[in-house]
């Protein structure tokens, strides 16, 4: 039975209607919340809501899901995984119990290895409202979650990059001057993934081609991906483009995915067709897109807070066993991440969320230009991320999308992230960068940073330096 | 000090300005160490804070004033409530929709709006051009068009509040675009045929990317008063356009 | 609002020293539908490759009009499409055919023939571009942001075009090709064109019409116009018999080339590489091949495989003569398509309204002197650039407009007003001509092309549910000298 939602922790005594009301006023300030007209009335309603929330069990969570069993295939989907062994063993634990094994310096990875399949995404987004940035940022730093593709992403000591080379025109001799640039700073590990300005298959298998060709080429071990809608992707494939990696947008209710036009068994053919037909080597080949708040502009959040909802995405990107997650921060407008503080909120929680899923998590920290937020913001929030182990970011030339009309990390950030944190790109993508004289040890070399040397023939390239000089 | 400058020692120094050219992204634009230039940095900086300056600045009343705008005000009383609540800005209060069914022609063929939208540089930059190409376009194809409005803090959707409470065939509402780094100057027309509170953004045709380097004012102007009649003749806009 | 596409059919056909061909291309184009500003060339793709055909020649001053146009019948026929279905294309004459005293007569006929808006055009410059558009070089250049010299030998022509990213910098014509020289079956010389005899006399080489040349004497004749190729690919220095060979004499830019690139049928025998039997065209078209491979060998210059040999100029001709308006154009339907309309550039003195209308006044007076009204459907009249384009400024020229016509008597003639602008202001321009004119003449205003004084304009019938017409811009006439006639 759901036990007595009351705090009296600021003096006078609060009272919440469900637990979807706690699990929304427990959220830190995010404007997006206040908009949906579910956040808490003032600061002291938020703390009683925390403190309620930090003594329910998980239990409680897992009988109480945020949209009921019946009515909603995401519930489902995250119920029906539940190892029933493993939540046994910690359904007795209040979310304050889950925070403080999390934070504990005696736990390690393998034992967060051993309860995460015990747990739901309202558990996970629970134990994420009672937890500041710095306890988010060092229980993300236990987690290791790798994933195979045509590299390897997410090992220890690595961090990787979304190579993001979009025009506004889709041109392609622009969209391939990018790659080439992004390429010479040692971005593009994560993936060279285009956001097309239309979506149709003929685009989409043009850009592949254009990708693939271009990898192939250079003998690059990365995978491509044309961000159009997946059935516009399947259309493409099927037509014969060669595509490495699949993509979708996803949220975290059946309605919101339905307003993405797309549900659990068009997402679930879809796996088998990539498993069939991705051009990539690796078990692994599912790329996902979500973000706070998308649920809210397509008015289909159910009452629920943004936070609880982005984790429910998580639970369902787990379902194929995804690549990359990318969570989108900052992109969506003010009305829902408002400021630099509530961008770099969420992205510590989206990423530490992502993890304890157990999901191939990064993030594109970004901002547009109606939105209280600067370079400045996002470069903290990339410096914070990398502290606590993001698999990837998502960079583009100068910080500046001249399609999406947004900022984001920059090309630069790679190289600086690699120094400050002694980390390094995926293995197989650093060799490569070496034997192409563009990094060493970890380091630029003094050929890095000139898109031109992309511009000769891979095989005769010495033959062309000779005559030329 | 890095030792490497590519942007004076590329592989190709000529393919390297092509590229710089060629492309409206930042490229080729070299580094030092691991970081951007400093002029690089300064320049986005740049583009940045005029972007930030025309979301955050008001469009002055000398612009709407030498247009011949009436100006009116949505239910948002600021800037930060204007980005944090996009459904005020859809709304007008009781006694604004009191002032322009008193002060407005009634059931215009063409009702005309402009907004600050997200940009207040787009409205000074395209209006003095683009108001003049509309009524004149609206009066040689024998449209009667309704007092212009200058709406503070408005979204897109106030057309549809404007519209019904005057009666409107048609709403035109010319509203400052978010702004991006290339340009703060964008504005977009959207067009209703038939506006009534709650009327779908899929009925809504739109004319965007205005501005000198896009697509200029005056031709805007022209395009807008061509769609104008196609909407008139169909009745519908936006999908209900054949 | 989705993207349209459509597409045009467009035909190339290349009457050449030597060969004749017949190309059909599919040319898709697409704009992103209303508000666009661009009408984007998304694919072409070659749909029908003809034969190559001899040229037929009656004699050797005259090529055989109607032998030809058989032929480019016939091609037709057998490509499963009809002139009726050609929506644009270019007829080249090229090399020494287009040295014949029919050649005019005969692309203007074959244009007639093969479609509704095929071009007839000439002139080396544009043969160098297009063979080096087919043969892959201008793709290459821009894709890899190089610099590239595609070299088109044929059979009367060297026909080079220096590539550098997207821009063209320069045409070189050479009269050297591999038919210059001709031979029986027997191995007897049957005939010596003029740039061969030069040579010939030149060098003192016992080579003579009706009888067996030497050997040796052949391959000093190659060597000479390989030297000369290689000279001109360099262009630094070239000797004064290099100069005479070459067609309309200009300096070189001196520039380092990323590669170069060997297109045309002596193109395609350096490549093949086979010097079984050099002589099986009964020409030194095989010989010259060989030089020139041999040269290679030594230079340092880098090779660049072509897509297309034999064939680039044709597939050049047959998808790179069209271009697009911008998608704001205007116009009065009933008229359209229109053929051959001479345009006449404006310039300005001033803004207001009184200099515009004068010097537009003087613009249209020119054209009518120029050209005889009653043979042309009209008169483009070309508009320069404005630094901006404000409401003031479009209705002053509108006013201008108005007046001109009226004053310079063209009003009168009852002729469609065509204007066309580089900026993107047609609608615009027009919703204020008709506001304020009286007359009732068609108004067709074409914005985003380039063209001058000399050209002729081809407008077709809307595309892409009337954003956009088809616009030939005709820059090339006949009527050119040969420096080596």
Known sequence: ?469 | MTDIDPHTDPEDETALDRIASASPSRLGLGRSGTRPRTASVLSFRADHAQARDAVLTHVSEETIENAGLLKVTSLVSDQDEYLARPDRGRQISEETAEQIRDACTHAPDVQIIVCDGLSSTAVEANIADLLPMLTDGFEERGFTVGTLLFVEFGRVDIMDAIGEELEADIVVNLIGERPGLNTAKSLSAYLVYGPERGKPTATKSVISNIHPDGLPAIEAGAQIVDLVATIHDQQGSGIELT | MGRETDTLTSVGIDIGTTTTQLVISEITISSAGLGALDVDIEQTELVYRGAIYETPLLDRQTLNVEAIEDLVTSELEQSGYTPASIDSGAVIVTGESSYKTNAEELVTRIAADAGEFVVATAGPELESVLAGTGSGAATWASDKQKTILNVDIGGGTTNMCLFAGDSIVETRCLNVGGRLLRFNTAGRVTHISNPAALLINEANLDIEVGKYPSEAALHELVDLMANSVFETVDGTERSELTKELTIRNNEYTSRTIDGVCFSGGVGRLIAANDDEDLFAYQDIGGILATAIRERLESSSLIVRPPTEMIRATVIGAGTQTTSFSGTTVSFDESVLPLKNLPVVTASFSGTDRESLADDLRHCLERGLSLYETDQVAGLALALPNFDTLSYDRITALAHAFDQAYDESGYARRQLPYVIVTQQNCAKALAQCLRAISTDVSPLIVIDEIAASDGDYLDIGEPILSGQTVPVIVKSLVFGRESSAA
């Open chain 1, 1 to 469: 039975m759901t036990p007595k939602l009351e705090s009296t922790i600021t003096g006078s005594c609060q009272s919440f209607e469900s637990i979807r009301e706690v699990l929304a006023k427990a959220n830190e300030e995010k404007s997006g919340d206040e908009l949906a007209g579910i956040a808490a009335d003032s600061a002291a309603e938020r703390v009683a809501a925390k403190d309620v929330l930090s003594q329910l069990s998980l239990a409680t969570l897992r009988e109480n899901p945020v949209i009921p069993y019946e009515d909603d295939e995401v519930t489902r989907v995250i119920q029906d995984v539940v190892d029933e062994t493993v939540y046994k063993e910690i359904c007795d634990w209040t979310v304050a119990d889950l925070r403080e094994f999390l934070v504990d310096e005696r736990t390690n990875e393998e034992d967060i290895d051993r309860i995460r399949p015990g747990l739901t995404s309202e558990m996970i987004a629970a134990v994420t409202k009672l937890m500041s940035n710095i306890d988010l940022i060092q229980a993300t730093a236990k987690m290791t979650i790798t994933a195979r593709c045509n590299n390897t992403i997410g090992t220890e000591g690595t961090l990787s990059f979304r190579l993001q080379p979009n025009d506004p025109t889709d041109d392609v001799d622009n969209i391939r001057y990018s790659i080439c640039e992004g390429l010479s700073y040692g971005v593009g590990d994560a993936v060279i993934g285009i956001n097309p300005v239309e979506d149709n298959h003929e685009q989409t298998k043009r850009l592949l081609e254009v990708t693939k060709e271009f990898i192939e080429e250079w003998n690059i071990p990365t995978q491509n991906c044309v961000l159009s809608h997946l059935t516009t992707q399947i259309e493409a494939v099927r037509n014969g483009a060669p595509a490495d990696l699949l993509f979708q947008s996803l949220a975290g209710t059946e309605a919101g995915n339905e307003s993405f036009g797309i549900d659990i068994d068009l997402l679930d053919d879809a796996y088998e067709f990539g498993k069939e037909h991705c051009t990539a080597s690796g078990p692994n080949f599912m790329y996902f897109e979500t973000g706070q708040g998308s649920e809210l502009s397509s008015d289909s959040h159910a009452d629920v807070d943004q936070v609880t909802l982005e984790a429910r995405c998580y639970g369902l990107a787990k379902r194929y066993d995804p690549f990359i997650v990318n969570t989108v921060v900052g992109f969506i407008g003010p009305e829902y991440l408002y400021d630099g503080k509530q961008v770099i909120r969420a992205g510590l929680e989206d990423v530490f969320m992502g993890q304890l899923t157990g999901i191939s998590m990064g993030i594109d920290a970004c901002y547009t230009n109606h939105i209280q937020a600067d370079q400045n913001d996002i470069e903290s929030l990339a410096v914070l991320l990398t502290a606590a182990g993001s698999n990837y970011f998502i960079s583009v030339p100068m910080g500046d999308d001249t399609m999406l009309n947004y900022q984001s990390n920059s090309y630069h950030d790679a190289a600086a992230l690699w120094d400050i944190f002694d980390v390094r790109p995926a293995p197989e993508f650093e060799s490569w960068l070496e034997d192409m004289g563009i990094a060493r040890d970890g380091h630029l070399t003094s050929k890095a940073g000139d898109p031109t040397v992309f511009l000769g023939e891979h095989e005769d390239g010495r033959k062309q330096e000779s005559t030329n000089s």
